[in-house]
């Protein structure tokens, strides 16, 4: 049986408050619940109900989100609900009724701006961060990455939210293997296989507080520049199958290092979109900060 240990999350809204458990609670499924008739599937959810303040339950992936009633602030009641949650879950208790059955599944394939990479898009949540592995060696924490580089064709694998964007080396071309990655993504999404194993975000350093306290150490720079890519980059990479991660800011030469993941990695127009996107919109925004953007391959 898992040993379950619960950390208390404050969130943007102060009447919600987030329990993170250290293994994961569903399987790729999110549920959200307004009274105890709603949670019928979920006995942890319906026990919550119990407590007067409650007023909304949310359980996703690895955690459990309260929505309370103002009678009573979280100060007061929050380290008394996450033991109620511990000790529910390492009693036994169910979390999500008849989570074994098996849900429909699609999942399509797009082309991506960089030939040799091709994203393939699920109807269900894959994961809660990005994980890219270049390797097998590397995707030891992954038995999705793992199994897909079992193809000899596939070069690396980037994870994101609902889709994977797989990079093949030139052996092959796409119209002959993308039919064969589709259905396999699928039927290993829709038997509800592990993803990324439950250890893999605090391995990686990707956890909530991991990534709270990693930019809490930076400087106001640093943090601005990633607000920045948050904002207005990511999105635009995310369609088309990539990520860009900061890497690192030196105010001496004004200089802002970014890493190229998924689709953006080795992509013949990143250094392009890099130089007439990236570069002018930082360059533009923290006007006499930043001069120059470099781009290292994930």
Known sequence: MKNFTISIHQT???????FEANSFLTKYESFEYSNI?????????QQLFHLPFVKKVYVSGNFIAIER????????VQKEVGEQ?????????????????????????????NPAVQKFVANKKLVAQTFEFTSIEEAKLSPFATALFQFPFVKAVFIDKNYVSI???????????T??????????VEDGKEIVLA???ETLKKTTTQLDTSYESLDDTSKEIINILEEHIKPAVASDGGNILFESYDSATKTVKVILQGACSGCPSSTFTLKSGIEAMLKEM?????????????
């Not at 009633?69 to 007061?76: C, M, R, S």
């Not at 039919?179 to 290993?188: C, D, I, M």
């Open 199 to 201: 250890i893999a975000a």
């Open 69 to 76: 009633y103002d009678i009573v602030e979280w100060i007061d």
């Open 37 to 45: 008739d709603e949670a019928k599937n979920s006995p942890l959810a």
């Open 12 to 18: 943007s809204n102060p009447k919600i408050i987030k």
């Open 85 to 113: 949650i511990e000790n529910y879950l390492n009693e036994g208790g169910v979390v999500i009724l008849n989570q074994e059955k098996k849900n429909p599944v699609t999942v399509y394939a797009e082309s991506t701006p």
């Open 286 to 298: 923290l006007a006499g900060r930043v001069e120059i953007v470099e781009a290292i391959n994930g």
């Open 179 to 188: 039919l064969e990655l589709r259905e396999f993504v699928k039927s290993f």
């Open 167 to 177: 990079t093949k080396y030139d052996i092959v071309e796409w119209e002959s293997i």
